[in-house]
């Protein structure tokens, strides 16, 4: 899994081969979140983690710029 970034200790990662939308999921001691973020950032679901953590992701996720997503010609 390619990683985005580490912040705080909350892991920021993607599956080169995941699914639409455009998100990230980040994880932390066993627990793991996955953010939506185009167009904008929101929690799409989340186990284990504290709300303290998944806010921490929240402002830390990055953000896509347009065009969100080109399909592969």
């Known amino acids: ?6 912040k ?3 892991h920021f990662f993607f599956y080169s081969n995941d699914h639409a939308p455009l998100h990230v999921h980040l ?10 973020i185009a167009p904008r950032v929101w929690l799409w679901e989340s186990a284990d983690m ?3 953590d998944i806010s921490s992701g929240a402002g830390a996720c990055p953000r896509a710029s347009p065009p969100y997503h080109r399909e592969m010609a």
């Open 27 to 36: 994880c932390k001691g066993g627990g793991e979140a996955f953010f939506e």
């Open 1 to 6: 899994m390619p990683s985005v970034f580490t």
């Open 8 to 10: 705080n200790g909350l």
């Open 50 to 52: 504290t709300t303290a």
